[in-house]
């Protein structure tokens, strides 16, 4: 059997089978996180994983889900529309 190595904030190093972790897929970049229960403490944990850690994942058999961005407004957009609000460029097209 598989085991995944990683750690708990709590705990440090930790070792897991697949089965135990979920793998939060994002869409549009092919990065995520993942999420696991400590086996020692209970918690559960949430790490960012990247393209690397992904692929290792999805290799060794972890269950995913594709977390759907593509909603009505993200972060970035809110962030570039208060940007764009702060910039203050807004005011000149208002007559
Ligand atoms: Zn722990």
Redesign the pocket.
Same mark, same amino acid.
């Given at each position: 059997m598989t085991q995944i190595r990683t750690t *708990? =904030? =709590? *705990? $440090?190093e930790?070792e897991l089978i697949p089965a135990e972790l979920t793998l939060e897929l994002t869409a549009m970049n092919g990065t995520g996180a993942y999420l696991f229960l *400590?086996?020692? *403490? $209970?918690?559960q944990?949430r790490r960012p994983a990247n393209h690397r850690v992904v692929s290792i994942l999805l290799a060794t058999g972890v269950a995913y889900e594709v977390v759907d961005d593509g909603g009505p407004i993200t972060e970035v957009e809110i962030r570039r529309f208060i940007d764009a609000l702060d910039s203050g460029e807004w005011a000149d097209q208002i007559k």
């Open positions: *708990c =904030a =709590a *705990c $440090g930790v *400590c086996p020692t *403490c $209970g918690d944990q």
